[in-house]
């Protein structure tokens, strides 16, 4: 089964890329999100079947719950390079008339509120990961444990690396209700920060 599509790959390509500066901060937290769920899925497989741990059901909907999110985070990542990209092909309509304004000025808006949602949504798989995380982290194979601890703080980079960019969009978005439904969902992720570094995400 393939792990990634061409699409996904080119979309962290472009964030190596030294010819490419539109492809940013988005597109490589989503990569390091899909990247820690990768590693917790990796630390529950070692922990099956261990004696003193867990049921082995237990690491395998950990396992399963941890490839649907890398899968999703690395789409992610593409889905952020595109959405920035339909951002700056609105800002090159044209503007020499009141209805080609106003048509770019909505076109604009369409496309930051598309900028605005694939990074929240790409955060709350990543607050979503921080949970299994920590499920894991008390019931592992400690032969794993620096693994499990390089996801967590990958994990909580792509999670602070979403919000930097749904706060940077959302402050570009001229309707207020849709601006207070992003704020809303993003003060949730603040919390799941807040609580990662005290090592209480809920479970």
Same mark, same amino acid.
């Given at each position: ?7 996904? /790959? ?15 901060? &988005? ?8 990247m $820690? ?11 099956? &079947? ?8 237990f690491?395998?909907? /950990?396992?399963? @719950?941890?490839r ?16 920035? &990209? ?15 304004k ?5 076109? /604009? ?13 790409? &955060? ?19 032969? @794993? ?9 990958? @994990?909580?980079? @792509?999670?602070?690396?979403? /919000? ?30 807040? $609580? ?8």
């Open positions: 089964m393939s792990i990634a599509t061409d699409a996904e /790959i080119e979309a962290f390509l472009k964030v190596l890329d030294p010819e490419d500066n539109a492809t940013g901060g &988005g597109t490589a937290s989503a990569v390091a999100g899909a $820690a769920a990768g590693l917790a899925g990796m630390v529950a497989r070692v922990s099956r &079947g261990k004696p003193d741990l867990e049921p082995e059901q690491y395998d909907d /950990i396992d399963q @719950a941890a649907r999110l890398a899968r999703t985070l690395l789409d992610g990542g593409r889905e952020d390079s595109e959405a920035f &990209g339909h951002v700056m092909s609105a800002y090159r309509l044209p503007k020499s008339t009141e209805g080609e106003a048509e770019r000025s909505a076109a /604009i808006q369409r496309g930051l509120e598309g900028a605005t949602t694939v990074p929240l949504e790409n &955060g709350e798989r990543c607050a979503e990961l921080l949970v299994l995380v920590s499920r894991l982290t008390p019931k592992h194979n400690t032969n @794993a444990t620096s693994d499990l601890d390089v996801g967590r703080r990958l @994990a909580i980079a @792509a999670l602070e690396g979403c /919000i930097d960019n749904v706060d940077i969009n959302m402050g570009s978005l001229k309707n207020e209700a849709v601006r207070e439904s992003f704020a809303v969902r993003l003060n949730e992720l603040r919390s799941v920060v807040a $609580a990662a570094a005290t090592g209480e995400v809920d479970v």
